[in-house]
């Protein structure tokens, strides 16, 4: 997840670099980024750290995607049991048509 803390010794190089470690560049996650650094920054460091809690989940989730592996996981392992009882001819789902895909706009 991305730091709130800044560089302990500040210089050009890092106000150059600063932006590398934050989701503003061009991250899908910039806006939980904004929403949770603006509650951050109406409360204080001490205070945001509790009251801001909802976004800074927020944000994780987003950057790390826990739900989406642990969802993943979870039906590897359904069609695994299932497969070894036998309630499932093919180990692994059939694949979609190679041009059923079509990315959004």
């Known amino acids: 997840m991305t730091q709130s803390v800044p560089p302990p010794i500040r210089t050009p190089f890092t106000d150059v670099t600063g932006y590398l470690w934050t989701a503003q560049r061009g991250h899908k996650c910039a806006d939980f980024e904004i929403r949770y650094m603006e509650c951050m920054e109406a409360y204080g460091y001490y205070q945001g750290r509790g009251k801001c809690k909802d976004y800074r989940d927020d944000l994780g ?5 826990w739900k989406q592996m642990f969802r ?17 001819k093919e180990k692994y789902a059939e694949p979609p048509p190679l041009d059923s895909y079509s990315p959004a706009t």
């Open 72 to 88: 993943t996981d979870a039906i590897r392992a359904w069609r695994k049991k299932k497969y070894q009882e036998g309630k499932l």
């Open 61 to 65: 989730e987003c950057i790390m995607r």
